[in-house]
């Protein structure tokens, strides 16, 4: 057995599922996108305009009845950093992050950063649709960097 000990997903403070995989959409490309995924069969769930720090137009997708969802990101100023993504890609949109469900996002935060984990943040924040959120570094780890930014959301109708 490893010095790090493996720990099930329960272990980690309300750690549920697989809550979105977020793409970005360069600016002006966002509706044809979002019909783009719906001749694949997803469906609309929510569009709204996330204020600073993200600033970036959302639009969630759901494929049949799963709790899985497809997030759009479309920056709405040069500042965002999803569009600093897209810069970083020469002008391509592309997998932004993965985020995972919990019950209690500051209970998944304060449980990560005792482990060792590096946020980006120093606490966790409003998100899009009523929800709190926090985003674990991609190099969190100087002995096993993810290289994949991860974010954790908690649905307020899931709070436990």
């Known amino acids: ?7 099930r997903p329960e272990e980690i403070p309300g750690f549920l599922f697989i809550d979105h995989v977020a793409i970005s959409v360069p600016a002006g490309q966002l509706d044809a996108m979002v019909a783009a995924y719906e ?12 204020p600073a720090p993200h600033l970036v137009r959302e639009v969630l ?5 799963g709790p899985n969802l497809i997030q759009l990101l479309e920056p709405t100023s040069d500042d965002s950093p999803v569009a600093k993504a897209i810069a970083k890609r020469d002008g391509r949109g592309g997998v932004e ?6 019950r209690n996002a500051q209970v998944a935060f304060d449980a990560l950063k005792a482990k060792g984990f590096r946020m980006t ?24 960097p993810f290289g994949v930014l991860y974010e954790i959301v908690e649905d307020p109708s899931t709070r436990g």
């Open 121 to 144: 943040s120093d606490a966790p924040g409003p998100g899009s649709r009523g929800t709190t959120i926090f985003f674990i570094h991609p190099k969190s780890r100087e002995d096993a």
């Open 97 to 102: 992050h993965i985020a995972f469900r919990v």
């Open 61 to 65: 997708l759901q494929i049949g009845e």
């Open 39 to 50: 001749m694949l069969g997803f469906k609309v769930l929510h569009r709204e305009e996330v």
């Open 1 to 7: 057995m490893s010095e790090h000990q493996s720990v």
